[in-house]
């Protein structure tokens, strides 16, 4: 389902900073966009505006050819499956239980055999079998970032919207994450939107890439017209190459 995103402003208090400029962006059906630019840029604003968590000042978001103004919360959660930056989730009960409330717009009347399988499919997929049992609020970082992808991966939605979701992983399970999100877009032909720091993972892992700074869209399109040198500079004002390994900073 493509998104778009029509001129929309954004301030968290009412005569305060804009924090979101006339943003103008499209996130394209079956592709993983990646949304990338400095702390404090806009990402996770612009990521709470599409979950409608953010309602903006002005502008408009569509859902295909839907206005977000037209579509609940529960419509927006079976559309969206958004794991957020941080998150302050406390949950008494186990990682089974936790991931299952993905899945609860569409449990009828009890939990069936088929919804448990389900969940530990997911948690199969994501390598994390083993935590099902484990009381959530116990686990590391990196276990809950995961469980937090388990629990929107139960939603089954058209769009995932990943806010940062390796900050917390090791090398491997970036990696399997940044598969993961490509798998959910080649064998499920769903969309993936991602705020990402790292060039390289965008540079290897997007179709796309929003770059912003300081509230604005910079550019946006394909990931290798997007993410330059000239960009990179532009935006974080750090000088790189790239080279065929992809971007290589100056300590290197
Ligand atoms: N709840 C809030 N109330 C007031 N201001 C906020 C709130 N959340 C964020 N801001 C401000 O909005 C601006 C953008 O914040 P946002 O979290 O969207 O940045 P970001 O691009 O996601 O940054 P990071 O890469 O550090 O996650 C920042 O100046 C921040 O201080
Ligand atoms: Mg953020």
Redesign the pocket.
């Known amino acids: 389902m493509k998104l778009t995103i029509s001129d929309i402003c954004f301030s968290?208090s009412k005569n305060g900073r804009q924090?979101l400029q006339n943003v103008n962006c499209e996130f394209h059906e079956k592709s993983v966009t990646a949304i990338l630019?400095p702390?404090?840029?806009?990402?996770?604003?612009l990521a709470k505006c599409i979950n409608k968590i953010n309602i903006p000042s002005s502008g408009d978001i569509h859902f295909g050819d839907r206005s977000i103004n037209d579509l609940g919360r529960g419509e927006i959660a079976k559309i969206v499956g958004y794991v957020p930056?941080f998150s302050t989730a406390r949950m008494v009960g186990t990682v089974m239980e936790f991931v299952m409330l993905g899945r609860r717009q569409y449990l009828g009347w009890g939990i069936k055999e088929e919804d448990i399988q389900a969940v530990a499919d997911v948690l199969e997929r994501l390598n994390i079998s083993d935590l099902s049992d484990k009381n959530y609020n116990e686990l590391s970082g990196g276990q809950k970032q995961k469980v937090l992808v388990a629990r929107a991966l139960m939603q089954d939605s058209e769009i995932y919207l990943f806010d940062?979701p390796t900050s917390n992983l090791d090398i491997k399970n970036e990696l399997e994450i940044m598969e993961l999100a490509k798998g959910i877009v080649d064998e499920h032909e769903k969309s993936v939107v991602m705020?990402v720091h790292d060039l390289n993972m965008a540079l290897h892992y997007a179709d796309y890439a929003v770059l912003m700074k300081a509230g604005k869209v910079i550019s946006h399109g394909r990931t290798k017209d997007v993410m330059t040198e000239k960009s990179v500079k532009e935006v974080y004002g750090v000088k790189t190459r790239i080279e065929e390994c992809g971007f290589v900073n100056p300590f290197v």
């Open positions: 968290y924090i630019g702390n404090g840029c806009g990402k996770t604003t930056q940062e705020v």
